[in-house]
């Protein structure tokens, strides 16, 4: 569990004591505190509930504080225990940390001192518990890709794939799901970022919503105003208090998607809430806490607007404790039948249509195409192709405009000598002819069209008529 929502439990005979350290914590931002007079209470208390730290006296009637460092550590060795008592003693001090506790601290205590040993404490224990999540996760995963078996295929039940890569991604958000940490899910735009986020809400069986906010362009007064809501006269018109959306995640997950558009203020405000689970709505002072998982998106390049100052260090590290990347459909073109299927379906009874049968080259043409839109600009092609659709066979021609008008060439990438049959520019002595590389690429476009001179000269960016010259011309001085 994260620490950032578990309480720090402070065990003292004396209520005046527990009083006044309450109020440091609280007034630090610690809010989340526990108090306990009677030392006898706390084991049957742990035996139940779960806390981040705790705060312990020494001399305390019934079980002293020194006993009771040793039960707990025996009982509960992950939970850090701080020691703060009037016994100003080096060889007491020395034994309380031999028996495991994380600092010594003397009555009187100074307020920034008592607060600095328990964050710096709280640290400290997020950081193992870190550690001790991610060998969870590698070891669940481990397992998960052994056996290929998703304990939740119906989560991935809207993401349709053939792909061994998606498979795998599925594994990891199944090893994964569980955790509090925040995530990150990176992939190019129309990968499917939002619908993995919804996968991994649904796997971490939290109770709470899931909220999706697309962050992108939002300056930082409109993204505080979303997100964390504002307080009566915080602006001209905020004429009554306002909840934020992150109140209506509270106890699910909060999708940031774009999260790399954030300028660097907003970041700052993001980065407390997700180091501290605490925000500030507009007009207030007052901070508020949040118990929302943060998944956070993008489609840009977080280390190259690290690198141009665009983007926090300490965010990015943050934010990549648990990372997702989703490949792009060029990298999965046996995603693409399937896609194609399920596209025309919807298309179809969105249009009010009989579903149309696909040519055979179709599949040809579109696996060979780079797809920077990736399955948003399929399903937007294979609905642009249906519309214009009367009756029979589906016609390619639609799908050659939409990708010709959208100005991308199809990728045509000279495969090594171990991946393919067919004859290779060789570089490395003679410089080859135009002639004879203009003789290859038709040859691999045909190639790889199954000898389609249409879908071929779609590969190499000419008309057929342009092609079929090019043949004859061939085979004339052959």
């Keep these: 569990m994260n620490n950032l929502h578990l309480p720090v439990l402070i065990v003292d005979d004396e209520k005046q004591i527990l009083l006044s350290y309450t109020v440091m914590l609280r007034t630090a931002g610690i809010e989340n505190v526990i108090t306990m007079n009677d030392s006898r209470k706390v084991l049957t208390f742990l035996s139940k509930e779960d806390v981040a730290a705790i705060v312990l006296d020494l001399n305390m009637p019934h079980i002293s504080g020194i006993d009771l460092l040793d039960k707990i550590k025996e009982k509960y060795p992950h939970i ?52 001790s999540s991610l060998k969870e996760h590698v070891l669940s995963l481990r397992q998960h890709l052994l056996t290929d078996k998703l304990e939740h295929e119906d989560v991935f039940s809207s993401i349709y794939t053939n792909s061994k890569k998606m498979r795998a991604v599925f594994h990891y958000v199944e090893a994964i799901g569980k955790s509090s940490n925040p995530v990150f899910i990176a992939g190019e735009t129309g990968v499917g970022k939002e619908l993995m986020s919804r996968a991994v809400h649904a796997v971490s069986g939290l109770r709470g919503n899931f909220v999706a906010v697309n962050v992108a362009g939002l300056d930082d007064t409109m993204f505080s105003d979303t997100l964390f809501g504002h307080v009566k006269g915080a602006y001209t018109g905020a004429d009554k208090d306002r909840e934020g959306l992150i109140v209506r995640a509270s106890g699910g997950t909060l999708l940031l998607d774009e999260i790399g558009d954030l300028n660097e203020l907003t970041q700052v405000k993001l980065l407390r809430l997700m180091e501290e689970g605490v925000y500030y709505p507009l007009g207030s002072d007052t901070p508020q806490k949040s118990n929302a998982r943060i998944i956070g998106t993008t489609n840009r390049d977080l280390q190259k607007r690290i690198s141009q100052g665009k983007f926090r260090k300490d965010l990015y590290y943050r934010l990549c404790t648990i990372q997702i990347q989703i490949p792009p459909l060029r990298e999965r073109t046996e995603d693409i039948p399937v896609l194609l299927n399920y596209f025309l379906e919807e298309s179809s009874e969105n249009l009010k249509k009989k579903k149309p049968s696909p040519p055979i080259e179709l ?87 199954d000898g389609n001179q249409g879908i071929a000269a779609s590969l190499l960016g000419l008309t057929r008529q342009a092609l079929n010259k090019r043949i004859k011309r061939s085979e004339n001085h052959s």
């Excluded at 609905?383 to 799908?399: E, M, T």
């Excluded at 990708?403 to 004859?423: R, Y």
């Design 80 to 131: 850090s225990i701080i020691i703060v008592t009037a016994i100003n003693d080096i060889e007491k001090a020395v034994e309380c940390m031999k028996k495991g506790a994380s600092d010594y601290l003397v009555k009187p205590v100074e307020k920034s001192r008592f607060v600095s040993s328990i964050q710096k404490t709280l640290e400290l224990s997020g950081l193992r518990n870190e550690v």
């Design 363 to 449: 599949l040809t043409l579109l696996s060979n195409y780079t797809f920077p839109g990736n399955i948003r600009e399929l399903r937007a092609m294979v609905f642009d192709a249906v519309a214009q659709h009367k009756s029979g066979i589906l016609s390619l021609d639609s799908f050659r405009k939409f990708i010709k008008e959208k100005g991308e060439h199809v990728e045509t990438v000279i495969s090594p000598p171990e991946q393919s049959t067919s004859a290779k520019l060789d570089f490395s002595g003679r410089f080859p002819t135009i002639k004879e590389a203009e003789d290859f690429l038709v040859a691999e476009a045909l190639k790889r069209s």
